[in-house]
Structures are given as structure tokens and as C-alpha cells.
């Protein structure tokens, strides 16, 4: 905002305020610092802005651009919705925020944290338990050649009796065995029993087909929420699952804590 002596409408100088007044009257220079209308005189102008409470003293300037509102709810509606927070702001994530604390909490969170989950192996860093778990199952880790998903798989398997996040399956297809052959010791006397799911099938050819269906084969893992059934073929989706939080099963920090134990401890497996 200008001096008292600068015109409101094309911000030119007078001497004194009778010689602004006058060429504000005369040109039509009376304008809303909100809106920028103008009037032909002062009263006009401050009608305008009593009705359409343009007065600045009563309202509310967005931090990031020259919006006003009229209450502290509806800038701060604005503010999250177009990202206008300034006044606490994080520069490498260009992102605001509505108070100290919440811009606090941002930079103590994992985007800032960065690549410390570091692999057991290798010591190479990732960002997420998806990430670390990804380069051992899919056997990139070079200290560890022999990892891959089948083998953290039986591994894991021993550590989880309470099927935390492994399914109950009597036998997994190990190494090699790119099918299954069901043979007539799946008969229960009434029907052929796929021995991964107990689900029953007439013939012999069914159950086969049944146990050989890609999905059914490879999602050995499952979400341990409990209102979340969904499950997965290898720990890293598991994890990028959890790591969502899309469930809410798991808070993405306690995955982080949890990893290593996980890929490398004698420890049964939880979230602790
Ligand atoms: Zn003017
Ligand atoms: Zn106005
Ligand atoms: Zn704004
Ligand atoms: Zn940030
Ligand atoms: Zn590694
Ligand atoms: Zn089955
Ligand atoms: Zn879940």
C-alpha cells in the first residue's frame, strides 16, 4: 500500500491530500484494495467495501498469493488446498505448512530421513523396507547371491508359526519345480484336496490346474491387519503395501525398525 498522498487508483503523487481527493473524484480513482473496482467518490467506495467486506484490517491474506478471505477457516482451506502455506515451509520438498510443529513433524518424517535403511548385506542404502527387500529378493544383493524370493521365503516361513504375514500352506514349491504334480494322495475319499488351500475338486486334472494357477501358487504372503485380506506373491509388495499405510495394519515407521530383523535375525516374526 501506497503513502496517504499517493492515489489509490493509478498510484501517482499529489501534495497534499485535498489534491489527491480532487483527482480521485474527477478521474474515478476511489479503488478497492481487494478487488481493485473503482469509484467515482469515497462514499461509493466505502460502500463497496463495507458489502463485499473487502477492508483488509478484517480479513485474512493467503501467505502465498494475494487472495483475502473473510475468516481464519477459509484461508486456511485455501492455503491447504492450493499449497499457499509460506510462513513454515519446506524448501526441498516445496511444501507448506499450517504451523511450526506440523513443518516440524515433515522433517523429521522418512522423506527427509532419506536412504537410511541400509541393506544387511551389502550396506548399500534404500529409502523404504520395499526397496531393500526388492534388491534381496530379486537376488541383486552381491554379498548375498544365494537370497532370492524362494529362499527369504523359507526362511521367513520358519520364523512366522503364527502366520503373522506368511499364509498357512503345508508345502511351498521349491526351486525347480515350475509345476506341481497333485497325486492321488490329495484323494480324502470324497474329492481331490488342493493341499495348499484345503479347497476340493472332483477330478485330478482340477486340482491340478487349481494348485498351478499363477496367483494361486506365489501369494505366500498376507497382510497381517486384521480387516485386510490382501495378499501378495513376494515380502517387497508386502512391505511397499504396509509402507502405503493404505490399511493402517502397520505404521510405515515400524516397517522401517522392523526390516532388518526380518531379512537377517533369528527373531520370530512381528511388528515390534
Ligand atoms: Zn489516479
Ligand atoms: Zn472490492
Ligand atoms: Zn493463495
Ligand atoms: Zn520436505
Ligand atoms: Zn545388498
Ligand atoms: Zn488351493
Ligand atoms: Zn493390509
Redesign the pocket.
Known sequence: MGSDLECRGCYKQFGSFHARSQHMDAVGHWQ??????QCWDEDALNE??ND?Y?WKDDRIECEGCYSWFDTKAEAKRHMYAENHFRTYFCTSCDKGFETDNNLKQHMNSSIHRGANIACPFCKRGFATATGVTHHLETGSCPNAPSLNRETIYNEIRKRDPNHVITKKLLTYPGPGSSTVEVTNRCWNGFNYECYLCDKEFATLQAVNQHVNSPAHKQKVYHCPGRGCAKEFMSLASLFNHLESESCGAVKFESVQRNVGSFLTGRRTIGFA
Open positions: 478497492c484494495d481487494t478487488c481493485f473496482v463497496h467495501m463485499e473487502h
